[in-house]
């Protein structure tokens, strides 16, 4: 084993969206045996660079679910931005249909000014027409989406896209499963685009030639290590490409059923450190409670 290429939402991260104490030793552990540990997240760069940096866990990170690649100094390693041209075109979709979207580029996460507002306001309507719904799920899911770091809010589109900066990944997110559906078949046909999804309220949308695969494949290429000598931890639809590539795949016990049926083996949950059992059990054949983690300082 010489590389672990982990996912953060539902993977890495609990459901407070923290890293815990043991997956952070965990990864100190795989790095201080010079396995290279890397971070491959939908997330925006800055936002994963955040996450890591209150860990105090420095990677290589693969970030808007492939679209770009930082090394550990910082260094963009590989770039694949939208057309400008597909991201107006899906700006003018989410805008007549009433989606709230956001567009992730090399600066920040852009949202429109009102769209929180609009967002809980169809949250409500569907909780009054679903009485039986379990509204703090809801809730809860939608405070993690605005928990994330980098937000800009604007009040005309046009001015984002006049903007010099690089439009990696655009997510559109409803509680309202055949607005989403609807959506997913519609770019779902577009060529230039790829379609992943990281949960059943959203979709995302990135240059087709971005994959967490592809630039996993990129980078372990660009750092000679091979993808059989390659583990890879997700739980979700946009973790696939990346778990099909490489020797060792780990599902987490929090995944989807299709994502477990592809995966070679199966650890905890995020909330019980699946990923600090993953590597121990296959870079040390120990488990997380026989191994001394008071071992493992903090840098
Ligand atoms: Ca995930």
Avoid: W
């Avoid at 980098?150 to 010099?164: A, H």
């Avoid at 900066?165 to 959506?183: C, H, P, V």
């Avoid at 967490?212 to 946009?238: F, P």
Wanted: one cysteine or more.
């Amino acid at each position: 084993m010489r590389l672990i290429a982990i996912d953060l939402d539902g993977t890495l991260l609990n459901h407070r969206k923290e890293i815990s104490k043991e997956n952070i030793k965990a990864i100190k552990y795989a790095q201080s045996l010079g396995i290279e540990v890397i971070i491959s997240t939908g997330r925006a760069y800055f936002d994963a660079l955040s996450i890591c940096k209150k860990a105090q866990i420095s990677t290589y990170i693969i970030s808007y679910t492939g679209a770009s690649i930082h090394s550990k100094k910082g260094e963009q390693i590989s770039s694949i931005p939208m057309n400008k041209k597909d991201v107006e075109e899906a700006i003018k979709y989410f805008k007549e249909y009433n989606f709230y979207y956001e567009i992730a580029t090399s600066n920040g996460i852009y949202t429109h000014l009102n769209s929180r507002e609009k967002l809980q306001a169809e949250t409500d309507m569907i909780k009054k027409a679903n009485p039986e719904l379990d509204a703090t799920v809801l809730q809860d899911t939608m405070e993690i989406q605005f928990n994330q770091s980098g937000f800009v809010f604007f009040e005309n589109y046009k001015e984002v896209l006049k903007k010099d900066e690089d439009f990696f990944s655009m997510l559109a997110f409803s509680f309202d499963n055949f607005k989403i559906k609807t959506g997913r078949k519609h770019f779902e046909r577009m060529k230039h685009l790829s379609l992943f999804s990281s949960g059943s309220h959203n979709f995302e949308l990135v240059n087709s030639l971005a994959s967490k695969g592809n630039a996993l494949e990129k980078l372990s290429a660009l750092l000679d290590i091979s993808l059989d000598q390659s583990m890879a931890i997700g739980d979700s639809h946009n973790d696939i490409s990346m778990l099909e590539r490489v020797n060792y795949s780990v599902a987490m016990g929090n995944a989807n059923d299709d994502i477990k049926s592809l995966c070679k083996f199966i650890t905890h949950s995020n909330d019980d450190n699946g990923v600090a059992h993953a590597i121990y059990k296959f870079i040390s054949s120990q488990t997380i409670e026989d191994y001394d983690l008071s071992d493992i300082s903090l840098a």
